[in-house]
């Protein structure tokens, strides 16, 4: 299986910075990496998919990159609403397998 | 647009089968490629596997042995059966739409709510 590794596993933040969450795979994963928002007691959001397609009605502030193993998203000037647990996902080779999640938190 | 509902029982004893149902509303099962995943603390989220409406599946190898996704097209639901389940089952369950923007399935775009499931000794 491929391991999907997110650093940092949490990083406290304020409101108008930028962060950026890396994710890195045990194996070369192609571009076939996602990336998701999720907020208690809520369902993961497809925020990116193929390491950089913004899905529709994700604000542009988002923003995604990399291929092979190293992946990162990136979130400029953040937003009250940001603030919630991020995951990567590969679908390069079955299984396919999610990070353990970053935790985004307001300082 | 597509929206997913869980439903099933939210205890289930060990060694049972553990039986969840995703309804498809707004668009037809035929139509994509669906997905159960779940999510436990211990083991964070967790891909169990896909089906097709035709019937082919794709299964995680570490359930593939207890797992099977089932279609009922005429109702527009498919299924989750897990036996022989202990407590390392207890989860949330997510139903979801397995998609991909340029056709090669790699995401998942629409989620159901999930639904808490309990396995009880």
């Known amino acids: 299986d491929i391991q999907m590794t997110q650093s940092p596993s949490s990083v406290s933040t304020v409101v108008g910075d930028t962060v950026t969450i890396t994710c890195r795979a045990s194996q070369g994963s192609g571009s076939w990496l996602a990336w998701y928002q999720q907020k208690p007691g809520k369902a993961p959001k497809l925020l990116i998919s193929?390491?950089?397609s913004l899905q529709s009605g994700v604000p542009s502030r988002f923003s995604g990159s990399g291929s092979g193993t190293d992946f990162t998203l990136t979130i400029s000037t953040l937003q009250p609403e940001d603030f919630a647990t991020y995951y990567c996902q590969q679908a390069n080779s079955f299984p396919i397998t999610f990070g353990q999640g970053t935790r985004l938190e307001i300082k | 647009q597509v929206q997913l509902q869980e439903s099933g029982p939210g205890l289930v004893k060990a060694s049972e089968t553990l039986t969840l149902t995703c309804t498809v509303s707004?668009?037809?099962?035929?139509?994509?490629?669906w997905s159960w995943i779940r999510q436990s603390p211990g083991k964070g989220l967790e891909w169990i596997g896909y089906?097709?409406?035709?019937?082919?599946?794709n299964y995680n190898p570490s359930l593939k042995s207890r797992v099977n996704i089932l279609v009922d097209v005429s109702k527009n639901q498919f299924s989750l059966r897990l036996n022989s389940v202990t407590a390392a089952d207890t989860a949330i369950y997510y139903c979801a739409r397995f998609w991909g923007v340029t056709g090669v399935l790699n995401a998942f775009d629409i989620w159901g709510q999930g639904t808490m499931v309990t396995v009880s000794s």
């Open positions: 089906m097709y409406y035709s019937g082919s599946t």
């Open positions: 193929a390491a950089s």
């Open positions: 707004g668009g037809s099962i035929r139509s994509h490629y």
